[in-house]
């Protein structure tokens, strides 16, 4: 699989199933997104699932699920580079590979991540809160690209905050506003997945969302050597 | 000394003219002098955002602290126009639809504006170093534009909003759309508040230099 024609490909690859080996001794970050997202699930569920139907409950289902996402990524998806931090490798992974593939590495890291949550999350999701889709392929299109924004633009964000010391909700407060444009998109179209609409009316924010993945992996490219370079 | 003067009665003229001068719009009526001081602000917001985006892309490529500063005064100054873009327009949202906020994608989208600068203030107070602080938010604030298009906009064009469009020029015809005596006073506060921009931008320009000699001079 590792082809040595596209370098930054193989390693960051090689990047990757390092992580991923890192991370299957001890669960961590993923048990604390997992932990996270079912918690919320739980309580919403309980609260809301049984008294309401139709129009109403889509919109708020639509928004709950991102909320859910969000911030199961926000808890979960700076562990990548505080980890590298805490345990003292970062000069190893400096002098071992150039930045870019570092980056893959852990973008699609985190794409990893947060796939096997929403794999886990998304249906417990429709079953706990009685919801009917309309359009499956849109719903599982918004979930899937929504998923890979969220990991896209959290990546080098977890790279700033981890060299700033990771301090508090320093991650949160930076992710939120960079991430709005995504949660806006991804609610809407999973508002019309739930609640049905005219075709195509899913198409505009399917697009939209598929742009941000672009330009969030494009940007995050050509600055991740700067966070990741002193 | 001059040109500020100059500047502070260009700018009185332009208030007083936006009230007397200025024929009441059509159908927004009254309201609508305040586009005088509402769109201004937020193309000066925008482009003090964008400053500060290149501020930090200098900074990045030449590595001189000067940069860091600039950028971090154009942000600073960009909020201030940015939360008078939103004042002005809450006021004319409650004469204009009843409410002073109603979560209208043109409203949520300038206070995501400002939410994404207020982020880049908080970066900017959680590091101590002030190397490594130029360098992260100097990549924040690259990051932070480029939602800046999308948010101001691509929203208000793909979600239906309230928010009138500006008819300024129309360029199929090649005329003016806004009519004699509100273009004027319009574009008479465009390049009032512009001048305002650069004599703000100067005044912090020089303080902060002036605090960055007094601190190495100091050794810190």
Known sequence: MATSSFPWLSRGLAVLRKDLRIEFRTRYAYSALLMFAVTTLVTVSFSVGGFMSGPEMTDIAAALLWIILFFSAMAGLSRTFVQEEESGTVIALKMAAEPEPVYIGKYLFNVVLLFSLTVLVVPLFVVMLNLSVKLVGGFLATVFLGAMGLAGASTILAAIVAKAGAKGSLMTVLAFPILLPLLLGAISATRTALGGGPPGAINTDLLMLFFYNGVALAASLLLFEYVWNE | ?220
């Open chain 2, 1 to 220: 000394m001059t040109w500020q003067i100059i500047l502070g009665i260009w700018m009185s003229g332009v208030v007083i003219a936006s009230f007397v001068y200025m024929p009441a719009t059509q159908g927004l009526g009254e309201m609508g002098r305040i586009i005088v001081y509402h769109v201004p602000a937020a193309w000066i917001a925008v482009l003090a955002y964008l400053m500060a985006m290149i501020n930090s892309i200098h900074y990045l490529r030449k590595r001189e602290i000067r940069y860091d500063r600039q950028a971090q005064i154009n942000a600073e100054l960009g909020t201030v126009f940015c939360i008078l873009a939103t004042f002005t327009g809450a006021i004319w949202s409650r004469g204009a639809w009843g409410a002073y906020w109603n979560w209208d994608p043109r409203q949520t989208s300038i206070a995501v504006l400002l939410m994404i600068y207020a982020a880049y203030f908080v970066l900017r107070s959680a590091i101590s170093d002030s190397d490594m602080r130029a360098r992260l938010s100097a990549v924040y604030a690259i990051l932070a534009f480029l939602t800046v298009p999308f948010l101001v906009f691509i929203v208000p064009r793909v979600y239906y909003t309230l928010h009138p469009d500006l008819e300024l020029v129309n360029l199929a015809e090649r005329t003016f759309e806004m009519d004699r005596q509100m273009l004027v006073v319009f574009l008479a506060s465009v390049f009032g508040v512009s001048g305002l921009y650069l004599w703000l931008y100067n005044i912090q320009k020089r303080l902060e230099n002036l605090y960055y000699k007094k601190a190495t001079k100091r050794g810190f």
